[in-house]
């Protein structure tokens, strides 16, 4: 319960500008703010794609909650992640990088991690993050 209010609490942050707007003119920081909210996005993401491929391939029960709250976490930490980054391989990357460790968990413990694997490394090439906004530079020597 804890986890779902930081959780939300971020998000507010996040989508209120208050995070993004101090580091609205760094686009170092902003890349790597936005890594780990892609990060974020990625791993709740990964936890309601579990819980969809462990019904269909691990024969056990469809749980709701966690693939609403994951999806619903997942679209709203994607969304930020998309506003913060300047390069869209920061963010690719994170998820990316999760598609990866779930293809190892699928080859060492359960096949349906293997699902999960595929559809991260799906979501790492067709979800858009192309920037919507370049860093803004700042000319000190203006006439």
């Given at each position: 319960?804890?986890?779902?209010?930081?959780?939300?609490?971020?998000?507010?942050?996040?989508?209120?500008?208050?995070i993004?707007?101090?580091?609205?003119y760094?686009?170092?920081?902003?890349?790597?703010?936005?890594?780990?909210?892609?990060?974020?996005?990625?791993?709740?993401?990964s936890?309601?794609?579990?819980?969809?491929?462990?019904?269909?391939?691990?024969?056990?029960?469809?749980?709701?909650?966690?693939?609403?709250?994951?999806?619903?976490?997942?679209?709203?930490?994607?969304?930020?992640?998309?506003?913060?980054?300047t390069?869209?391989?920061?963010?690719?990357?994170?998820?990316?990088?999760?598609?990866?460790?779930?293809?190892?968990?699928?080859?060492?413990?359960?096949?349906?991690?293997?699902?999960?694997?595929?559809?991260?490394?799906?979501?790492?090439?067709?979800?858009?993050?192309?920037?919507?906004?370049?860093?803004?530079?700042?000319?000190?020597?203006?006439n």
């Amino acid at each position: 319960m804890e986890v779902f209010f930081a959780f939300t609490l971020l998000l507010i942050a996040l989508h209120l500008g208050g995070i993004s707007g101090i580091i609205k003119y760094l686009s170092g920081v902003r890349n790597g703010a936005g890594l780990l909210v892609g990060f974020v996005s990625a791993y709740v993401f990964s936890i309601a794609l579990d819980n969809i491929w462990v019904h269909f391939i691990g024969g056990e029960s469809l749980v709701i909650v966690p693939i609403v709250a994951g999806v619903a976490y997942g679209v709203g930490f994607y969304f930020a992640a998309r506003k913060l980054v300047t390069k869209a391989i920061a963010a690719r990357s994170a998820y990316f990088s999760v598609g990866l460790l779930a293809l190892f968990a699928g080859f060492v413990g359960h096949r349906h991690n293997l699902a999960v694997a595929a559809s991260m490394l799906l979501l790492s090439i067709f979800l858009p993050f192309e920037t919507q906004i370049d860093s803004t530079r700042i000319s000190i020597g203006q006439n």
